[in-house]
Protein backbone atom coordinates (compact mmCIF):
# COMPACT_ATOMS: atom_id res chain seq x y z
CA UNK A 1 0.00 0.00 0.00
CA UNK A 2 2.96 2.59 0.64
CA UNK A 3 4.09 1.68 -2.53
CA UNK A 4 1.00 2.10 -3.99
CA UNK A 5 0.60 5.40 -2.44
CA UNK A 6 3.93 6.74 -3.59
CA UNK A 7 3.40 5.60 -7.24
CA UNK A 8 0.14 7.63 -6.87
CA UNK A 9 2.02 10.43 -5.58
CA UNK A 10 4.19 11.16 -8.16
CA UNK A 11 1.70 10.17 -10.87
CA UNK A 12 -0.16 13.09 -10.07
CA UNK A 13 2.88 15.72 -10.36
CA UNK A 14 3.75 14.09 -13.60
CA UNK A 15 0.03 14.54 -15.28
CA UNK A 16 -0.76 17.37 -13.62
CA UNK A 17 2.64 18.90 -15.49
CA UNK A 18 1.35 16.95 -18.44
CA UNK A 19 -1.55 18.35 -18.19
CA UNK A 20 -0.64 22.30 -17.90
CA UNK A 21 1.72 21.78 -21.11
CA UNK A 22 -1.55 20.65 -22.41
CA UNK A 23 -3.65 23.09 -21.70
CA UNK A 24 -0.83 25.96 -22.72
CA UNK A 25 -0.30 24.47 -26.19
CA UNK A 26 -4.26 23.85 -27.07
CA UNK A 27 -4.49 28.19 -25.49
CA UNK A 28 -1.75 28.96 -28.30
CA UNK A 29 -3.77 26.78 -30.98
CA UNK A 30 -6.77 28.86 -30.20
CA UNK A 31 -5.23 32.45 -30.35
CA UNK A 32 -3.68 31.10 -33.99
CA UNK A 33 -6.74 29.50 -35.05
CA UNK A 34 -10.37 29.65 -35.38
CA UNK A 35 -11.32 26.25 -34.90
CA UNK A 36 -12.68 25.37 -31.33
CA UNK A 37 -10.71 23.22 -29.29
CA UNK A 38 -11.16 21.70 -25.72
CA UNK A 39 -9.47 24.49 -23.88
CA UNK A 40 -12.26 25.81 -22.75
CA UNK A 41 -13.47 22.90 -21.00
CA UNK A 42 -9.80 22.36 -19.37
CA UNK A 43 -10.29 25.50 -17.19
CA UNK A 44 -13.70 24.62 -16.26
CA UNK A 45 -12.59 22.85 -12.64
CA UNK A 46 -9.41 23.41 -10.39
CA UNK A 47 -6.49 21.65 -12.11
CA UNK A 48 -6.34 19.26 -9.01
CA UNK A 49 -9.73 17.92 -9.99
CA UNK A 50 -9.03 16.66 -13.50
CA UNK A 51 -6.24 14.68 -11.71
CA UNK A 52 -8.37 13.12 -8.91
CA UNK A 53 -10.35 11.99 -11.58
CA UNK A 54 -8.01 10.40 -14.23
CA UNK A 55 -5.59 8.86 -10.95
CA UNK A 56 -9.11 7.54 -9.84
CA UNK A 57 -10.03 5.73 -13.38
CA UNK A 58 -7.07 4.54 -13.18
CA UNK A 59 -7.38 2.12 -9.80
CA UNK A 60 -11.05 1.44 -11.58
CA UNK A 61 -9.58 -0.23 -14.36
CA UNK A 62 -9.88 -4.49 -14.97
CA UNK A 63 -6.50 -6.18 -15.19
CA UNK A 64 -8.18 -7.54 -18.52
CA UNK A 65 -8.56 -4.09 -19.98
CA UNK A 66 -11.70 -1.95 -20.72
CA UNK A 67 -12.92 -0.01 -23.98
CA UNK A 68 -11.30 2.95 -24.74
CA UNK A 69 -14.54 4.31 -25.35
CA UNK A 70 -16.04 3.63 -22.72
CA UNK A 71 -13.24 4.61 -20.28
CA UNK A 72 -12.54 8.44 -21.93
CA UNK A 73 -16.95 8.80 -21.76
CA UNK A 74 -16.22 7.68 -18.03
CA UNK A 75 -13.69 10.64 -17.29
CA UNK A 76 -15.53 13.23 -19.20
CA UNK A 77 -19.25 12.30 -17.69
CA UNK A 78 -17.47 12.63 -14.49
CA UNK A 79 -16.05 16.25 -15.33
CA UNK A 80 -19.62 17.49 -16.62
CA UNK A 81 -21.10 16.03 -13.22
CA UNK A 82 -18.57 18.48 -11.69
CA UNK A 83 -18.88 20.98 -13.56
CA UNK A 84 -23.09 20.42 -13.54
CA UNK A 85 -22.33 21.11 -9.53
CA UNK A 86 -19.81 23.99 -9.24
CA UNK A 87 -22.57 25.62 -11.88
CA UNK A 88 -25.16 25.33 -8.98
CA UNK A 89 -22.90 26.69 -6.71
CA UNK A 90 -21.98 30.03 -9.07
CA UNK A 91 -25.54 30.48 -10.01
CA UNK A 92 -26.77 30.46 -6.04
CA UNK A 93 -28.81 27.60 -7.05
CA UNK A 94 -27.87 25.16 -4.32
CA UNK A 95 -29.15 27.52 -1.96
CA UNK A 96 -32.52 27.59 -3.47
CA UNK A 97 -32.49 23.81 -3.25
CA UNK A 98 -31.02 23.91 0.30
CA UNK A 99 -34.15 25.92 1.52
CA UNK A 100 -36.50 23.78 -0.93
CA UNK A 101 -35.15 20.78 0.40
CA UNK A 102 -35.37 21.54 3.86
CA UNK A 103 -38.95 22.63 3.79
CA UNK A 104 -39.70 20.21 1.18
CA UNK A 105 -38.84 17.37 4.04
CA UNK A 106 -40.36 18.80 7.02
CA UNK A 107 -43.85 18.17 4.68
CA UNK A 108 -42.79 14.46 3.92
CA UNK A 109 -41.93 14.07 7.89
CA UNK A 110 -45.53 15.09 8.82
CA UNK A 111 -46.41 11.20 7.26
CA UNK A 112 -48.61 12.30 4.66
CA UNK A 113 -50.83 14.92 6.84
CA UNK A 114 -50.73 17.19 3.95
CA UNK A 115 -54.02 16.77 2.67
CA UNK A 116 -54.46 15.91 -1.21
CA UNK A 117 -50.72 16.70 -2.17
CA UNK A 118 -48.36 14.88 -4.19
CA UNK A 119 -44.48 14.89 -3.34
CA UNK A 120 -44.23 16.95 -6.77
CA UNK A 121 -47.13 19.10 -6.12
CA UNK A 122 -45.70 19.74 -2.62
CA UNK A 123 -42.55 20.97 -4.49
CA UNK A 124 -43.89 23.11 -7.05
CA UNK A 125 -46.09 24.91 -4.12
CA UNK A 126 -43.28 25.31 -1.99
CA UNK A 127 -41.64 27.12 -5.36
CA UNK A 128 -44.62 29.28 -5.84
CA UNK A 129 -44.75 30.72 -2.25
CA UNK A 130 -40.79 31.53 -2.06
CA UNK A 131 -40.36 32.48 -5.28
CA UNK A 132 -43.37 33.14 -7.15
CA UNK A 133 -42.97 30.20 -9.68
CA UNK A 134 -41.05 27.66 -10.68
CA UNK A 135 -37.00 29.15 -10.89
CA UNK A 136 -34.72 25.22 -11.03
CA UNK A 137 -36.53 23.60 -14.08
CA UNK A 138 -33.14 24.92 -16.48
CA UNK A 139 -30.40 24.95 -14.61
CA UNK A 140 -29.07 21.44 -15.82
CA UNK A 141 -27.67 21.84 -19.76
CA UNK A 142 -26.36 19.04 -21.10
CA UNK A 143 -23.16 18.28 -23.43
CA UNK A 144 -23.18 16.42 -26.60
CA UNK A 145 -22.08 12.82 -26.42
CA UNK A 146 -19.11 13.33 -28.95
CA UNK A 147 -17.93 16.52 -26.68
CA UNK A 148 -17.91 14.25 -23.44
CA UNK A 149 -16.06 11.42 -25.63
CA UNK A 150 -13.67 13.72 -27.05
CA UNK A 151 -12.69 15.49 -23.45
CA UNK A 152 -12.21 12.09 -22.07
CA UNK A 153 -9.84 10.76 -24.91
CA UNK A 154 -7.51 13.86 -24.31
CA UNK A 155 -6.93 12.83 -20.66
CA UNK A 156 -7.22 9.58 -21.24
CA UNK A 157 -4.24 9.67 -23.62
CA UNK A 158 -2.63 12.08 -21.27
CA UNK A 159 -2.31 9.01 -19.10
CA UNK A 160 -1.34 6.39 -21.20
CA UNK A 161 1.40 9.11 -22.75
CA UNK A 162 2.54 9.83 -18.72
CA UNK A 163 2.31 7.27 -16.43
CA UNK A 164 4.88 4.99 -16.61
CA UNK A 165 6.79 2.41 -13.73
CA UNK A 166 9.80 0.39 -13.32
CA UNK A 167 10.18 -2.95 -14.91
CA UNK A 168 11.79 -4.31 -11.97
CA UNK A 169 9.35 -3.28 -8.90
CA UNK A 170 8.56 -6.98 -8.26
CA UNK A 171 11.32 -8.74 -10.46
CA UNK A 172 14.69 -7.65 -9.72
CA UNK A 173 16.33 -6.79 -12.81
CA UNK A 174 19.99 -5.66 -13.96
CA UNK A 175 18.79 -2.79 -16.66
CA UNK A 176 16.31 -0.56 -14.92
CA UNK A 177 14.05 1.38 -17.32
CA UNK A 178 10.73 2.73 -16.50
CA UNK A 179 7.85 1.49 -19.34
CA UNK A 180 3.94 2.59 -19.33
CA UNK A 181 1.61 1.65 -17.16
CA UNK A 182 -1.49 1.99 -20.35
CA UNK A 183 -0.96 0.60 -23.40
CA UNK A 184 -3.39 -0.06 -25.94
CA UNK A 185 -4.45 -3.02 -27.57
CA UNK A 186 -7.24 -4.27 -30.01
CA UNK A 187 -10.08 -6.85 -29.88
CA UNK A 188 -12.91 -8.61 -31.47
CA UNK A 189 -16.48 -8.05 -29.80
CA UNK A 190 -18.24 -10.19 -31.73
CA UNK A 191 -17.33 -9.28 -35.37
CA UNK A 192 -16.29 -5.33 -34.44
CA UNK A 193 -12.93 -4.47 -33.84
CA UNK A 194 -12.59 -2.00 -30.62
CA UNK A 195 -9.49 -0.19 -28.74
CA UNK A 196 -8.98 -1.47 -25.74
CA UNK A 197 -6.88 0.10 -22.64
CA UNK A 198 -4.74 -2.06 -20.68
CA UNK A 199 -2.87 -2.40 -17.46
CA UNK A 200 0.39 -3.27 -17.33
CA UNK A 201 0.55 -6.90 -15.01
CA UNK A 202 3.00 -5.22 -12.86
CA UNK A 203 0.74 -2.64 -12.03
CA UNK A 204 -2.27 -4.71 -11.82
CA UNK A 205 -0.30 -7.36 -9.40
CA UNK A 206 0.56 -4.16 -7.05
CA UNK A 207 -3.13 -3.14 -6.59
CA UNK A 208 -3.83 -6.94 -6.45
CA UNK A 209 -1.03 -6.96 -3.32
CA UNK A 210 -2.34 -3.58 -2.11
CA UNK A 211 -6.01 -5.18 -1.21
CA UNK A 212 -6.77 -1.26 -0.24
CA UNK A 213 -9.59 -1.39 2.63
CA UNK A 214 -11.56 1.27 1.20
CA UNK A 215 -13.35 1.44 -2.64
CA UNK A 216 -14.81 4.99 -4.43
CA UNK A 217 -17.53 5.74 -6.07
CA UNK A 218 -18.72 8.32 -7.69
CA UNK A 219 -22.28 9.29 -5.68
CA UNK A 220 -24.54 9.25 -8.35
CA UNK A 221 -23.79 5.23 -8.06
CA UNK A 222 -24.96 5.13 -4.35
CA UNK A 223 -28.37 4.56 -2.55
CA UNK A 224 -29.33 8.25 -1.65
CA UNK A 225 -28.87 8.95 2.43
CA UNK A 226 -32.10 11.37 2.00
CA UNK A 227 -35.37 11.52 0.24
CA UNK A 228 -35.11 12.19 -3.60
CA UNK A 229 -35.79 15.48 -5.08
CA UNK A 230 -39.13 14.52 -7.22
CA UNK A 231 -38.86 14.63 -10.92
CA UNK A 232 -40.27 18.09 -11.91
CA UNK A 233 -39.38 17.82 -15.54
CA UNK A 234 -37.02 15.50 -17.79
CA UNK A 235 -34.28 17.67 -16.59
CA UNK A 236 -34.99 18.05 -12.71
CA UNK A 237 -35.25 15.50 -10.25
CA UNK A 238 -33.55 12.85 -8.52
CA UNK A 239 -30.32 13.65 -6.93
CA UNK A 240 -30.01 17.60 -5.40
CA UNK A 241 -27.06 18.34 -7.02
CA UNK A 242 -25.68 16.03 -9.54
CA UNK A 243 -27.65 15.73 -13.11
CA UNK A 244 -29.83 12.88 -13.85
CA UNK A 245 -32.05 11.76 -16.73
CA UNK A 246 -35.39 11.06 -16.47
CA UNK A 247 -35.60 8.64 -19.74
CA UNK A 248 -32.49 6.36 -20.02
CA UNK A 249 -30.89 6.24 -23.68
CA UNK A 250 -28.36 4.67 -25.30
CA UNK A 251 -25.01 7.90 -25.20
CA UNK A 252 -25.22 10.34 -28.03
CA UNK A 253 -28.96 9.17 -28.57
CA UNK A 254 -30.92 12.65 -27.72
CA UNK A 255 -34.52 11.94 -29.46
CA UNK A 256 -35.96 10.55 -26.44
CA UNK A 257 -34.80 14.06 -24.60
CA UNK A 258 -36.14 16.03 -27.08
CA UNK A 259 -39.41 14.83 -27.53
CA UNK A 260 -39.98 14.59 -23.52
CA UNK A 261 -39.19 18.22 -23.59
CA UNK A 262 -41.57 19.15 -26.56
CA UNK A 263 -44.39 16.72 -24.07
CA UNK A 264 -47.05 19.03 -22.82
CA UNK A 265 -46.04 18.97 -18.60
CA UNK A 266 -49.59 17.86 -17.42
CA UNK A 267 -49.13 15.11 -19.66
CA UNK A 268 -45.79 13.76 -17.71
CA UNK A 269 -47.16 14.39 -14.69
CA UNK A 270 -48.37 10.62 -13.86
CA UNK A 271 -44.86 9.62 -15.24
CA UNK A 272 -43.04 11.65 -12.64
CA UNK A 273 -45.55 11.55 -9.97
CA UNK A 274 -45.37 7.32 -10.32
CA UNK A 275 -41.24 7.19 -10.36
CA UNK A 276 -41.55 10.00 -7.66
CA UNK A 277 -43.73 7.27 -4.96
CA UNK A 278 -41.07 4.85 -6.14
CA UNK A 279 -38.23 6.91 -4.78
CA UNK A 280 -39.30 7.93 -1.78
CA UNK A 281 -39.77 4.19 -0.07
CA UNK A 282 -37.03 4.30 1.88
CA UNK A 283 -35.04 1.33 2.93
CA UNK A 284 -32.52 -0.55 5.64
CA UNK A 285 -29.87 -3.25 5.59
CA UNK A 286 -30.65 -6.77 6.92
CA UNK A 287 -27.78 -6.80 8.99
CA UNK A 288 -27.71 -10.13 10.71
CA UNK A 289 -27.17 -11.67 7.11
CA UNK A 290 -24.84 -9.38 5.73
CA UNK A 291 -22.48 -10.78 8.52
CA UNK A 292 -23.51 -14.19 7.01
CA UNK A 293 -22.47 -13.65 3.57
CA UNK A 294 -19.40 -11.17 4.54
CA UNK A 295 -18.41 -14.59 6.28
CA UNK A 296 -18.98 -16.83 3.31
CA UNK A 297 -17.46 -13.95 1.18
CA UNK A 298 -14.26 -14.21 3.12
CA UNK A 299 -13.67 -17.59 3.35
CA UNK A 300 -12.94 -18.13 -0.93
CA UNK A 301 -16.85 -17.63 -1.29
CA UNK A 302 -19.57 -20.20 -2.60
CA UNK A 303 -20.32 -20.46 -6.45
CA UNK A 304 -23.59 -22.76 -5.33
CA UNK A 305 -24.55 -19.68 -3.22
CA UNK A 306 -23.66 -17.01 -5.78
CA UNK A 307 -20.64 -15.62 -3.64
CA UNK A 308 -17.95 -15.47 -6.16
CA UNK A 309 -14.49 -16.99 -4.76
CA UNK A 310 -11.50 -15.58 -5.17
CA UNK A 311 -8.71 -15.49 -8.11
CA UNK A 312 -6.72 -17.79 -5.62
CA UNK A 313 -9.26 -20.97 -6.83
CA UNK A 314 -8.98 -19.66 -10.48
CA UNK A 315 -7.89 -22.90 -12.32
CA UNK A 316 -4.27 -23.55 -13.14
CA UNK A 317 -3.09 -22.41 -16.63
CA UNK A 318 -1.88 -25.94 -18.21
CA UNK A 319 2.04 -26.39 -18.41
CA UNK A 320 3.76 -25.53 -21.78
CA UNK A 321 4.21 -28.22 -24.11
CA UNK A 322 7.80 -29.44 -24.45
CA UNK A 323 9.46 -30.59 -27.51
CA UNK A 324 7.25 -31.82 -30.84
CA UNK A 325 3.97 -31.80 -30.61
CA UNK A 326 0.94 -32.62 -33.42
CA UNK A 327 -1.09 -29.87 -34.22
CA UNK A 328 -4.16 -31.71 -32.35
CA UNK A 329 -2.15 -31.25 -29.16
CA UNK A 330 -1.39 -27.84 -29.89
CA UNK A 331 -5.00 -26.90 -29.94
CA UNK A 332 -5.93 -28.92 -27.62
CA UNK A 333 -3.49 -26.89 -25.69
CA UNK A 334 -4.69 -23.93 -26.99
CA UNK A 335 -8.20 -24.27 -26.17
CA UNK A 336 -7.26 -25.52 -22.08
CA UNK A 337 -5.37 -21.95 -22.36
CA UNK A 338 -8.36 -19.80 -23.62
CA UNK A 339 -10.85 -21.32 -20.90
CA UNK A 340 -8.21 -20.86 -18.08
CA UNK A 341 -7.47 -17.57 -18.74
CA UNK A 342 -11.90 -16.46 -19.74
CA UNK A 343 -12.42 -18.17 -16.27
CA UNK A 344 -10.07 -16.13 -14.43
CA UNK A 345 -11.62 -12.97 -16.29
CA UNK A 346 -14.86 -14.29 -15.30
CA UNK A 347 -14.11 -15.10 -11.72
CA UNK A 348 -12.55 -11.51 -11.53
CA UNK A 349 -15.43 -9.76 -12.76
CA UNK A 350 -17.71 -11.84 -10.49
CA UNK A 351 -15.74 -11.24 -7.53
CA UNK A 352 -15.33 -7.45 -8.08
CA UNK A 353 -19.25 -6.94 -8.22
CA UNK A 354 -19.67 -9.34 -5.22
CA UNK A 355 -17.72 -6.92 -3.45
CA UNK A 356 -18.90 -3.70 -4.82
CA UNK A 357 -22.21 -4.67 -3.35
CA UNK A 358 -21.19 -6.26 0.02
CA UNK A 359 -19.16 -2.63 0.48
CA UNK A 360 -21.85 -0.34 -0.23
CA UNK A 361 -24.19 -2.35 1.88
CA UNK A 362 -22.07 -2.55 4.91
CA UNK A 363 -21.30 1.08 4.21
CA UNK A 364 -25.17 1.36 4.65
CA UNK A 365 -25.81 -1.14 7.35
CA UNK A 366 -26.77 1.58 10.07
CA UNK A 367 -29.02 3.83 8.01
CA UNK A 368 -31.96 4.18 6.39
CA UNK A 369 -31.37 4.88 2.46
CA UNK A 370 -33.62 5.63 -0.38
CA UNK A 371 -33.13 4.66 -4.18
CA UNK A 372 -34.01 7.52 -6.70
CA UNK A 373 -35.84 6.27 -9.99
CA UNK A 374 -36.03 6.72 -14.02
CA UNK A 375 -37.06 4.58 -16.95
CA UNK A 376 -36.34 3.25 -20.15
CA UNK A 377 -38.25 4.15 -23.24
CA UNK A 378 -40.59 1.67 -22.70
CA UNK A 379 -41.74 3.33 -19.29
CA UNK A 380 -40.32 0.53 -16.93
CA UNK A 381 -38.41 1.88 -14.44
CA UNK A 382 -35.26 1.11 -12.67
CA UNK A 383 -33.38 2.53 -9.37
CA UNK A 384 -30.71 5.39 -10.15
CA UNK A 385 -27.69 3.08 -8.62
CA UNK A 386 -26.62 0.86 -10.50
CA UNK A 387 -24.52 -1.52 -8.19
CA UNK A 388 -26.76 -1.82 -5.01
CA UNK A 389 -30.50 -2.09 -5.45
CA UNK A 390 -33.67 -4.27 -5.22
CA UNK A 391 -33.47 -5.23 -8.26
CA UNK A 392 -30.16 -6.74 -8.53
CA UNK A 393 -29.63 -10.61 -7.57
CA UNK A 394 -30.39 -13.00 -4.76
CA UNK A 395 -27.85 -11.92 -2.79
CA UNK A 396 -28.72 -7.93 -2.68
CA UNK A 397 -32.72 -8.77 -2.80
CA UNK A 398 -31.87 -10.57 0.31
CA UNK A 399 -30.14 -7.64 1.94
CA UNK A 400 -32.90 -5.35 1.85
CA UNK A 401 -35.70 -4.74 4.28
CA UNK A 402 -38.43 -1.72 4.35
CA UNK A 403 -37.09 0.91 6.44
CA UNK A 404 -41.08 1.39 8.18
CA UNK A 405 -41.96 -1.38 9.91
CA UNK A 406 -45.62 -2.65 9.90
CA UNK A 407 -47.92 -5.24 11.64
CA UNK A 408 -48.09 -8.51 10.32
CA UNK A 409 -52.01 -8.41 10.83
CA UNK A 410 -53.93 -11.46 10.57
CA UNK A 411 -52.40 -12.58 7.35
CA UNK A 412 -49.13 -11.94 7.36
CA UNK A 413 -47.55 -14.63 8.61
CA UNK A 414 -49.58 -17.05 5.92
CA UNK A 415 -47.89 -14.63 3.12
CA UNK A 416 -44.39 -14.90 4.73
CA UNK A 417 -44.83 -18.72 4.73
CA UNK A 418 -46.34 -18.29 0.93
CA UNK A 419 -43.38 -16.02 -0.05
CA UNK A 420 -41.05 -18.75 1.39
CA UNK A 421 -42.53 -21.56 -0.16
CA UNK A 422 -42.24 -19.21 -3.84
CA UNK A 423 -38.79 -19.01 -3.08
CA UNK A 424 -37.71 -22.51 -2.78
CA UNK A 425 -39.18 -23.39 -6.46
CA UNK A 426 -41.01 -26.15 -4.56
CA UNK A 427 -45.10 -26.43 -5.01
CA UNK A 428 -45.37 -24.21 -8.30
CA UNK A 429 -48.10 -26.05 -9.24
CA UNK A 430 -49.65 -26.22 -5.87
CA UNK A 431 -52.54 -23.28 -4.46
CA UNK A 432 -51.62 -20.86 -2.19
CA UNK A 433 -53.39 -22.75 0.54
CA UNK A 434 -51.58 -25.87 -0.01
CA UNK A 435 -48.17 -24.01 -0.38
CA UNK A 436 -48.98 -22.68 3.10
CA UNK A 437 -49.79 -26.07 4.48
CA UNK A 438 -46.58 -27.39 2.76
CA UNK A 439 -44.61 -24.66 4.96
CA UNK A 440 -46.30 -25.84 8.25
CA UNK A 441 -45.28 -29.17 7.46
CA UNK A 442 -41.60 -28.34 6.88
CA UNK A 443 -41.65 -25.94 10.09
CA UNK A 444 -38.42 -27.73 11.82
CA UNK A 445 -36.85 -27.03 9.08
CA UNK A 446 -37.37 -23.36 8.47
CA UNK A 447 -36.68 -22.61 12.60
CA UNK A 448 -33.39 -24.56 12.17
CA UNK A 449 -32.11 -22.66 8.81
CA UNK A 450 -33.12 -19.68 10.69
CA UNK A 451 -31.07 -20.68 14.23
CA UNK A 452 -28.55 -22.51 12.47
CA UNK A 453 -27.92 -21.08 8.96
CA UNK A 454 -24.19 -22.53 8.29
CA UNK A 455 -23.98 -25.36 10.73
CA UNK A 456 -27.41 -27.17 11.01
CA UNK A 457 -29.16 -28.83 8.31
CA UNK A 458 -28.98 -25.89 5.84
CA UNK A 459 -32.63 -26.82 4.35
CA UNK A 460 -32.58 -23.17 3.02
CA UNK A 461 -29.56 -23.90 0.70
CA UNK A 462 -31.59 -26.15 -1.91
CA UNK A 463 -33.85 -23.20 -2.33
CA UNK A 464 -33.98 -21.65 -5.97
CA UNK A 465 -33.29 -18.29 -4.01
CA UNK A 466 -31.10 -19.23 -1.24
CA UNK A 467 -30.28 -16.02 0.41
CA UNK A 468 -33.85 -14.33 0.03
CA UNK A 469 -35.58 -17.86 1.32
CA UNK A 470 -32.71 -17.85 4.66
CA UNK A 471 -33.56 -14.32 5.55
CA UNK A 472 -37.50 -15.20 5.35
CA UNK A 473 -36.88 -18.34 7.27
CA UNK A 474 -35.21 -15.52 9.54
CA UNK A 475 -38.23 -13.59 9.62
CA UNK A 476 -40.94 -16.61 10.30
CA UNK A 477 -38.69 -17.33 12.98
CA UNK A 478 -39.04 -13.67 14.47
CA UNK A 479 -42.64 -13.26 14.18
CA UNK A 480 -43.83 -17.10 15.12
CA UNK A 481 -41.89 -16.83 18.49
CA UNK A 482 -43.57 -13.33 18.98
CA UNK A 483 -46.18 -13.11 21.78
CA UNK A 484 -48.73 -11.93 19.18
CA UNK A 485 -47.58 -12.40 15.69
CA UNK A 486 -50.44 -10.13 14.50
CA UNK A 487 -48.73 -7.30 16.44
CA UNK A 488 -45.47 -8.26 15.11
CA UNK A 489 -43.76 -5.36 13.17
CA UNK A 490 -42.19 -6.69 10.27
CA UNK A 491 -39.69 -5.04 7.63
CA UNK A 492 -39.84 -8.19 5.43
CA UNK A 493 -40.47 -7.21 1.92
CA UNK A 494 -42.84 -9.78 -0.10
CA UNK A 495 -42.28 -10.09 -3.63
CA UNK A 496 -45.38 -10.72 -6.32
CA UNK A 497 -44.84 -11.07 -10.04
CA UNK A 498 -46.51 -11.95 -13.44
CA UNK A 499 -46.15 -15.67 -14.72
CA UNK A 500 -43.95 -14.64 -17.39
CA UNK A 501 -45.29 -11.44 -18.22
CA UNK A 502 -44.28 -10.99 -22.05
CA UNK A 503 -46.02 -14.41 -22.73
CA UNK A 504 -49.03 -12.84 -20.51
CA UNK A 505 -48.74 -9.93 -23.33
CA UNK A 506 -49.14 -12.03 -26.38
CA UNK A 507 -51.87 -14.55 -24.69
CA UNK A 508 -54.05 -11.31 -24.18
CA UNK A 509 -53.10 -9.23 -27.34
CA UNK A 510 -54.36 -12.62 -29.54
CA UNK A 511 -56.95 -13.70 -27.10
CA UNK A 512 -54.94 -17.21 -26.91
CA UNK A 513 -57.08 -19.05 -24.33
CA UNK A 514 -54.66 -21.78 -24.01
CA UNK A 515 -51.62 -19.30 -23.98
CA UNK A 516 -53.56 -17.71 -20.95
CA UNK A 517 -53.88 -20.30 -19.04
CA UNK A 518 -50.70 -21.58 -18.89
CA UNK A 519 -49.72 -17.80 -17.52
CA UNK A 520 -52.75 -17.27 -15.33
CA UNK A 521 -54.78 -14.85 -16.71
CA UNK A 522 -57.63 -17.53 -16.86
CA UNK A 523 -59.00 -18.86 -13.49
CA UNK A 524 -57.56 -22.18 -12.44
CA UNK A 525 -58.08 -24.06 -9.38
CA UNK A 526 -54.19 -23.95 -8.80
CA UNK A 527 -51.60 -21.64 -10.27
CA UNK A 528 -50.25 -22.76 -13.68
CA UNK A 529 -46.81 -22.95 -14.55
CA UNK A 530 -45.52 -22.24 -17.94
CA UNK A 531 -41.81 -23.23 -17.89
CA UNK A 532 -42.53 -26.64 -16.23
CA UNK A 533 -45.52 -27.11 -18.95
CA UNK A 534 -42.44 -26.41 -21.68
CA UNK A 535 -40.49 -28.60 -20.05
CA UNK A 536 -42.26 -31.42 -20.13
CA UNK A 537 -43.29 -31.35 -23.89
CA UNK A 538 -39.44 -30.92 -24.45
CA UNK A 539 -39.08 -34.64 -22.90
CA UNK A 540 -41.58 -35.79 -24.49
CA UNK A 541 -38.92 -34.56 -27.83
CA UNK A 542 -36.47 -35.82 -25.59
CA UNK A 543 -37.64 -38.91 -25.37
CA UNK A 544 -39.18 -39.17 -29.30
CA UNK A 545 -35.27 -38.43 -30.64
CA UNK A 546 -33.79 -40.79 -28.20
CA UNK A 547 -35.76 -43.82 -29.88
CA UNK A 548 -34.87 -42.35 -33.05
CA UNK A 549 -30.69 -43.10 -31.95
CA UNK A 550 -29.84 -39.42 -31.51
CA UNK A 551 -26.90 -39.57 -28.76
CA UNK A 552 -27.45 -35.80 -27.63
CA UNK A 553 -31.39 -36.79 -26.92
CA UNK A 554 -30.09 -39.86 -24.90
CA UNK A 555 -27.73 -38.22 -22.74
CA UNK A 556 -29.90 -35.26 -21.87
CA UNK A 557 -32.18 -38.23 -20.19
CA UNK A 558 -33.13 -36.99 -16.77
CA UNK A 559 -31.26 -33.82 -17.18
CA UNK A 560 -34.16 -31.69 -18.72
CA UNK A 561 -36.32 -29.46 -16.26
CA UNK A 562 -38.11 -26.61 -15.24
CA UNK A 563 -34.17 -24.28 -14.71
CA UNK A 564 -32.92 -25.89 -18.20
CA UNK A 565 -35.70 -23.99 -19.97
CA UNK A 566 -36.57 -21.37 -18.18
CA UNK A 567 -34.20 -18.35 -19.54
CA UNK A 568 -34.97 -19.25 -22.87
CA UNK A 569 -38.68 -19.21 -22.68
CA UNK A 570 -38.83 -16.21 -20.65
CA UNK A 571 -36.62 -14.58 -23.69
CA UNK A 572 -38.45 -15.48 -26.71
CA UNK A 573 -40.97 -12.79 -26.11
CA UNK A 574 -37.95 -10.01 -26.28
CA UNK A 575 -36.62 -11.32 -29.06
CA UNK A 576 -33.75 -14.06 -28.42
CA UNK A 577 -32.61 -15.98 -31.14
CA UNK A 578 -31.43 -19.19 -31.95
CA UNK A 579 -27.85 -18.97 -31.46
CA UNK A 580 -28.35 -16.92 -28.05
CA UNK A 581 -31.27 -19.60 -26.57
CA UNK A 582 -28.89 -22.79 -27.74
CA UNK A 583 -26.10 -21.09 -25.45
CA UNK A 584 -28.57 -20.22 -22.97
CA UNK A 585 -29.42 -23.75 -22.51
CA UNK A 586 -25.70 -24.92 -22.72
CA UNK A 587 -24.84 -22.64 -19.57
CA UNK A 588 -27.92 -24.34 -17.49
CA UNK A 589 -26.63 -28.09 -18.26
CA UNK A 590 -23.16 -26.73 -17.52
CA UNK A 591 -24.53 -25.62 -13.88
CA UNK A 592 -25.97 -28.82 -13.24
CA UNK A 593 -23.36 -31.24 -11.22
CA UNK A 594 -24.61 -34.46 -12.37
CA UNK A 595 -25.02 -33.82 -16.02
CA UNK A 596 -21.09 -35.49 -17.84
CA UNK A 597 -18.83 -31.72 -18.61
CA UNK A 598 -16.97 -33.86 -21.14
CA UNK A 599 -20.25 -34.00 -23.27
CA UNK A 600 -20.41 -30.55 -23.55
CA UNK A 601 -17.94 -30.67 -26.47
CA UNK A 602 -20.47 -32.16 -28.27
CA UNK A 603 -23.27 -29.63 -27.28
CA UNK A 604 -20.96 -27.49 -28.48
CA UNK A 605 -20.84 -29.30 -31.84
CA UNK A 606 -24.87 -29.76 -32.56
CA UNK A 607 -26.72 -27.10 -34.39
CA UNK A 608 -29.53 -28.83 -34.91
CA UNK A 609 -31.29 -28.48 -31.13
CA UNK A 610 -34.36 -28.09 -32.30
CA UNK A 611 -36.96 -29.72 -29.39
CA UNK A 612 -35.67 -27.08 -26.95
CA UNK A 613 -35.89 -23.91 -29.21
CA UNK A 614 -39.72 -24.89 -30.33
Known sequence: RALLNDLRCHWKKVLLQAFRDSKNQLERNSRTSRRMNLYPFLCLLEEEQYIDIMVQSLTSLPPTGESFLLISRDVGNQIYNRFSIRKKQQAFHIEKIQSLYRDFCQLLAKNGKVSGLLPREMWEKLEHEKYGGPCLLNVETSWPNSLVVQLGTHLVDLMVQEIKIQNNLLSPRSDTKFIPVLYHMYSFRSTRQIGLIKPHPIFSQILLDASESSLTFESLVMPMLCPPVPWLSPRFGAYLLNPAKLMRSLDGAVQHQLLLEKCPPGQLHPVLDSLNQLGLCAWRINQPLLDIIVSIFNEKGNEKL?????????????????GETSSLEKMTYQRELTRCRKKTSEMHSLRMDALYKLSIANHLREKNFWFPHNMDFRGRTYPCPPYFNHLGSDVTRALLLFAEGKPLG???????????????????????????????TIMKDILDSADQPLNGKRWWMEADEPWQALACCMEIAKASRSPDPTKYI??????????????????????DEIGARSVNLMPCKSPQD??????QQVEEFRQRDAKRGLKIAQVLDGFIGRKVVKQTVMTVVYGVTRYGGRLQIEKRLRELEAFPQTFSVLINEVVEWEYFID
Open 306 to 322: DIPPPLSEAPKLPDQLQ
Open 410 to 440: PKGLEWLKTHLINLTGLKKRSSLKERREYAD
Open 490 to 511: SHFPVHQDGSCNGLQHYAALGR
Open 530 to 535: VYSGVA
